[in-house]
C-alpha cells in the first residue's frame, strides 16, 4: 500500500509539472574553458594518443588529464594514467603506424566532441569515430569513445 502511495505522489507530480520547477532549481557545476583553450587541450589529448613512446606520454598526462581520467571505449573501461597509457599502446600495437587526425573541437558548457579520422598516413580517414569528452578544472576528466567506420 505504502509504494502504491508513494508511485501515486510521484505521478501526481510529475503530470503536475513539479518536475520542471525542481530542475529549474538545480545548480550546475560546470567549470567553463575558453574555445580557444579547449581546442588546444584536445590537440595536446590527441598527440599523446599519436605519440608511441608510453615514458613520454605519461610526462603530458597531469597537464591534460584530471588525476581521475577515464576512457570508456568498446574494449572497457580504463581510468588513470597508468590504465589509459597502457590502453594506448593496445591500440597502437594493433595499428602499427596508424595515427590519429582530429578535426576541430565543438564544444557546450563542459562537454566537448571531436569526430576522428584513423589510418596510415596515406589513408588517414580509414576508421572514423566520435569522442566525447568531459572537462573539469581546465583538464579533460573523461573521453567516451564511439566507433562509425
Not at 4 to 22: D, E
Not at 98 to 107: H, N
Not at 125 to 137: H, M, N, Q
Request: glycine share 6%.
Amino acid at each position: 500500500m505504502k509504494n502504491v502511495f508513494t508511485q501515486t505522489l510521484l505521478l501526481a507530480a510529475l503530470l503536475t509539472g513539479t518536475h520542471n520547477v525542481l530542475a529549474e532549481s538545480i545548480t550546475m557545476n560546470i567549470t567553463t574553458i575558453e574555445p580557444a583553450g579547449l581546442q588546444q587541450l584536445i590537440e595536446r589529448h590527441f598527440a599523446i594518443w599519436n605519440n608511441t613512446d608510453a615514458a613520454e606520454r605519461e610526462k603530458e598526462f597531469a597537464a591534460v588529464y584530471s588525476s581521475d581520467f577515464f576512457v570508456a571505449d568498446y574494449d572497457g573501461l580504463n581510468e588513470g594514467a597508468d590504465r589509459v597509457n597502457a590502453a594506448i599502446s593496445k591500440v597502437q600495437s594493433q595499428h602499427p603506424g596508424f595515427i590519429f587526425t582530429p578535426a576541430p573541437v565543438e564544444w557546450n558548457h563542459g562537454i566537448a566532441r571531436v569526430t576522428w579520422g584513423y589510418g596510415p598516413k596515406d589513408n588517414p580517414y580509414l576508421v572514423r569515430g566520435e569522442d566525447v569528452f568531459t572537462i573539469s578544472e581546465g583538464r579533460l576528466s573523461s573521453a567516451r569513445v564511439f566507433i562509425s567506420k
